[in-house]
């Protein structure tokens, strides 16, 4: 089946640093992939959508450029958090999308001291 | 999309069917039903997804009314392992619609015990 990946698993990081977060699709080619954002509790929050080769969507309120998107190839996409603030600290999940559905990663915990 | 209305939680006993319910009274003919669940601290799971016919998989079976104003997914023999918030989305097939994000709702938290 359809496998998606993400690196890393947690992350803890200083407040005012960047960090990248990896979206591999493993046995399958991904024109769009989705970043979303769950704080605890909550349901899932779509934070972008990312088309190979172009600029990501952004959702009404997400800050594109503190939240960069790079989708370079069909198979990886990455989320950069600038400058991170305690604030930013969430359960981050991208999913990719084939012709038969969408399939997520395992997520990314980052906690921002 | 069309939006869901589901039970923010359901208790069920270790082996016992799990009978979760999901009402989508706007759903347009071209959309489907879609079920996910998410265990804790994971990314979503795909379950199963149906049109309007009834749809079983490993996992678990979808039932649709004849309306597809609502909608079923049972869980046969619950385990402790199914403990998960399980969420009912509605939208078109993602080969009709390429590129559109499945939105979730707040889902239904369903607790297995033994």
């Known amino acids: 089946g359809a496998v998606v990946s993400q690196h890393p698993s947690r992350v803890i990081c200083k407040s005012g640093t960047s960090v990248k977060i990896e979206c591999r699709s493993l046995d399958f080619q991904a024109t769009t992939m989705f970043w979303y954002r769950q704080f605890p509790k909550q349901s899932l929050m779509l934070m972008a959508t990312?088309?190979?080769?172009?600029?990501?969507?952004?959702e009404q309120g997400v800050e594109k450029d503190k939240f960069l998107i790079n989708h370079a190839s069909l198979t990886l996409s990455t989320l950069t958090v600038t400058s991170a603030h305690p604030e930013d600290s969430s359960f981050y999940i991208c999913?990719?999308?084939?012709?038969?559905?969408?399939?997520f990663g395992p997520g990314t915990r980052l906690t921002v001291t | 999309d069309a939006k869901t209305t589901q039970p923010p939680s359901m208790d069920c006993a270790e082996g016992r069917a799990a009978n979760l319910p999901c009402n989508h009274s706007t759903i347009s003919g071209n959309e489907y039903v879609y079920w996910y669940r998410q265990i804790h601290s994971q990314g979503p799971q795909y379950i199963i997804h149906g049109l309007k016919n009834n749809e079983t998989n490993e996992m678990a079976s979808l039932i649709i009314t004849e309306d597809r104003k609502s909608s079923t997914l049972i869980l046969p023999h619950a385990t402790l392992r199914d403990t998960a918030v399980y969420y009912c989305i509605v939208r078109v097939a993602p080969s009709n619609q390429a590129g559109t994000a499945l939105i979730f709702g707040k889902g239904t938290t369903l607790s297995v015990s033994s």
């Open positions: 999913s990719a999308e084939d012709t038969l559905g969408q399939y």
């Open positions: 990312s088309n190979e080769g172009s600029k990501a969507t952004y």
